[in-house]
C-alpha cells in the first residue's frame, strides 16, 4: 500500500473527483503535499508498509505525487481537510486493478477509510473485472476493511520479509 518512487499508476478511475455521504476522492494538489509527506514518514501509518520512507525518496515524491494519474486525496467534504490517500491502479499485481491506501493516525476509526475505499472499489469495479488489495497478515485493521467493503482473502504469501494476504472482489 505504498506509492512507488519510479512508476505513476494507470489511472482506473475518472480524473474527476467522486464524491461520497462524506468525502471527496480528488487528484493531490500542491497544497496536499504537507500531510502526504506525513502518510510517508509516520512510523505508526508506516508500521505495516516497511517503516517511514527515506527522506531521499520521500523528495522524489513529492515531484511527482501532485496530479499523479491513479493517485487521489481523500478530503473530509465538510472541511477539505486531507485525511488520507487511496490509490487505483490498474494492472497492478497480476495484472489486475490494485487497490491501496493509507489514511493519518488522526482520522482512524471514523470510518472515513472505509468509505473511501469502498467508493473506490465499487468505481474501479465499473469497468475492471476485479479488484485486489494487499496488506500484512499482522494488519487486523486493514483485512477488516478489505473485508467490510467485499474483497474476500485470496491467497496467502511472503513478500519483504513479512507475511502479506491478498484479497479479491470480482465484479
Known amino acids: 500500500m505504498t506509492v512507488s518512487p519510479h512508476a505513476a499508476p494507470t489511472p482506473v ?9 462524506r468525502l471527496v476522492l480528488r487528484p493531490v494538489r500542491s497544497g496536499d503535499v504537507p500531510a502526504v509527506t506525513r502518510l510517508w514518514t509516520d ?10 520512507v527515506i527522506e531521499s525518496v520521500v523528495r522524489i ?27 487505483v ?14 489514511f493519518l493516525p488522526e482520522h482512524w476509526g471514523r470510518g472515513y477509510a472505509r468509505e473511501a475505499v469502498g467508493a473506490a472499489v465499487a468505481r474501479a469495479l ?16 486493514s483485512r477488516r476493511l478489505l473485508e467490510t467493503v467485499g474483497l474476500e482473502h485470496a491467497e ?16
Open 13 to 21: 478511475l475518472p480524473a474527476g473527483p467522486l464524491v461520497t455521504e
Open 43 to 52: 512510523p505508526e501509518v508506516r508500521r505495516h508498509l516497511g517503516g517511514p
Open 61 to 87: 515524491r513529492q515531484r511527482r505525487i501532485v496530479g499523479a494519474a491513479g493517485i487521489h486525496a481523500v478530503v473530509r467534504a465538510e472541511d477539505g481537510v486531507l485525511l488520507g490517500l487511496v490509490t
Open 89 to 102: 491502479e490498474d494492472a497492478g499485481r497480476n495484472g489486475e486493478t490494485e487497490v491501496s491506501y493509507q
Open 126 to 141: 465499473e469497468s475492471a473485472p476485479s479488484v485486489v488489495a494487499v496488506t500484512q497478515e499482522a494488519n487486523h485493521r
Open 156 to 171: 496467502s504469501f511472503v513478500e519483504w520479509d513479512a507475511h502479506q494476504v491478498l484479497y479479491r472482489r470480482r465484479r
